[in-house]
């Protein structure tokens, strides 16, 4: 699909501050006290998400000064108005509007217009006052069925802000994705104690207003906004949107179930109110349903899962703690209880259900946690990483088969977590790797995080000939090209994630022949 670039600016010019003067039609006024910004209110960028035939989401948050109370912004709701074009200078508008940015929700705007074309670029900006955003340049999927020939797609996760610089974000964007996906460790809730390579304000959240700052900081590197920009984002959460490996109702910590839902609540919250998420995500309390699908064309079916808010509680946790655990199968026949489930019984009806339905050529379900499930031990014991699908086999055995006996056309899982590229095949039956292929694995590493100890990227590379790839000491992304008959997956390695300037290079390339199970080295 057609896809112009985008002028390679931050703001566009905002000269008429303070002036009185407002030439840009339709007129925008405060809800309360017209605002006075002496800073750019469109400090955070701006984001488009989940595309549809018609529409998409559109998001901005009005933050004079991301880092201050209320992010600098008085204390009232405040109209903001929204353009979408078919041209980068604003000449054709496809539509426009008036939103309200809520004090109750951060002064977060999110605009979903709708009954645009299928299959074209768009680009939209914002206006409050006399600022106005920068551009954004996003687009419409192809109408569900219709023919679509390729897609650039780029794969993310695990960010940690103090570890290192989004140099990753730079080359992905020169990649020019049509569609980037994050599958979580958007932010981590906690600092880094030992040498940062740069600093966040505060340490752990747990507070709306501390979750509130850690994404004001984040959304305020340069690279990220500019991911952000340049094409639609699609999205699920891992665990350090709230808390290392809580599960459901439970943090890491033992404490009242109570105190865990109110954290639970305000990153949920948070969350939202910094990303391009569908009204559908909006969350109530604790609760946010992010599991979705979007269809683009005949092409490619995408599920985004939510394999964290729904799941059986830590199996065989270490005592005095909740979170995951390295643990022997043999020692804890819980872990192969049937009814463990990774996913909660409505969305596994709800993928099954979209399994079954799905015409697409190609099918991914994009998720926070490792597939594939290496066994650690080398002492002829079974010994998992329990946070992963490792410690719910059943639950994994289940997705597996519906997988199968769905005759899903060339299924992908895409993950992230681990700070490792992993690429590999999964058989039908987990016991027998002779069996036929049923799904494929990719893996990507962080764009930050440091990666895992070498033990657990050992355990990977003994699993042959199933794994084909693995690496943990590399930070980057995955580069997808999805063509009828083809996927191929680029790795990208960063030089070195604590610099912002790093170079970047193809680690290895993997790619899939449609109607062809499994991977083949390139
Ligand atoms: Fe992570
Ligand atoms: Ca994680």
Not at 194 to 218: I, M, N, Q, W
Not at 255 to 274: G, I, M, N, S
Request: hydrophobic content about 35%.
């Amino acid at each position: 699909m057609p896809h112009p670039p985008i002028p390679r600016r931050r703001f566009i010019a905002r000269g008429l501050a303070g002036t009185g003067i407002a030439l840009l039609a339709p007129q925008v006024r405060a809800v309360g006290t017209t605002p006075r910004f002496e800073s750019d209110p469109f400090s955070l960028g701006v984001a488009s998400g989940y595309p549809t035939s018609d529409g998409m989401v559109l998001w901005t948050r009005l933050a004079p000064q991301p880092l201050a109370p209320n992010g600098g912004m008085p204390p009232h709701d405040v109209e903001v108005a929204w353009d979408v074009a078919h041209d980068v200078n604003f000449k054709n508008i496809a539509a426009r509007g008036i939103a309200r940015a809520e004090f109750a929700w951060h002064h977060s705007v999110h605009v979903e217009p709708r009954g645009l074309a299928p299959d074209r670029p768009y680009f939209y900006r914002f206006r409050v006052g006399a600022a106005t955003s920068t551009v954004g340049r996003t687009w419409t999927a192809p109408a569900p069925g219709a023919s679509l020939a390729r897609l650039r797609l780029a794969l993310a996760s695990c960010q940690h802000y103090e570890q290192g610089f989004f140099a990753a974000y730079r080359h992905m964007v020169a990649d020019d994705p049509q569609l980037i996906l994050h599958v979580g460790d958007y932010i981590y809730e906690s600092g880094t104690k030992k040498s940062p390579v740069r600093k966040h304000p505060g340490d752990e959240c747990f507070t709306l207003e501390e979750y509130r700052l850690r994404y004001s900081a984040y959304r305020s590197d340069p690279d990220l906004q500019a991911a952000h920009a340049a094409c639609p984002w699609m999205l699920t959460h891992d665990d350090h949107e709230v808390d290392n490996d809580y599960a459901d109702d439970r943090g890491e910590r033992i404490e009242p179930r109570e105190t865990f839902l109110a954290r639970r609540a305000a990153a949920y919250r948070a969350y939202y109110e910094h990303l391009p998420l569908p009204s559908t995500a909006r969350p109530r309390g604790p609760d946010m349903q992010l599991y979705t699908e979007r269809r683009f064309g005949d092409l490619l079916t995408l599920m985004m899962l939510d394999e964290r808010q729904y799941r059986s509680h830590q199996v065989c946790p270490t005592p005095g703690k909740n979170g995951g655990a390295r643990v022997y199968e043999e020692d804890c026949p819980e872990m192969n209880n049937p009814a463990r489930t990774m996913l909660g019984v409505p969305q596994e009806r709800w993928t099954d259900a979209r399994l079954a339905a799905t015409r697409a050529h190609w099918n991914f379900l994009a998720q926070g946690v490792t597939f594939t499930r290496s066994n650690e031990a080398t002492d002829g014991r079974h010994r998992y990483w329990t946070d992963a699908w490792a410690g719910y086999p059943a639950a994994r055995d289940r997705l597996l088969h519906d997988i199968v006996a769905r005759r899903v056309a060339n299924p992908v899982v895409l993950s992230g977590d681990i700070h490792a590229f992993i690429v590999a095949d999964l058989p039908r039956d987990p016991a027998d790797q002779s069996s036929p292929i049923a799904v494929s694995e990719l893996v990507t590493t962080s764009i930050t995080s440091p990666g895992p100890p070498d033990f657990v990227v050992a355990a990977y590379q003994r699993m042959k000939p199933q794994v084909w790839y693995a690496d943990g000491d590399h930070r980057g992304y995955i580069r997808l090209e999805l063509t009828r008959s083809e996927l191929s997956a680029d790795l990208v390695a960063v030089d070195d994630a604590r610099r912002a300037d790093s170079g970047a290079k193809v680690l290895a390339r993997f790619a899939i022949e449609a109607g062809k199970p499994g991977l083949r080295p390139l």
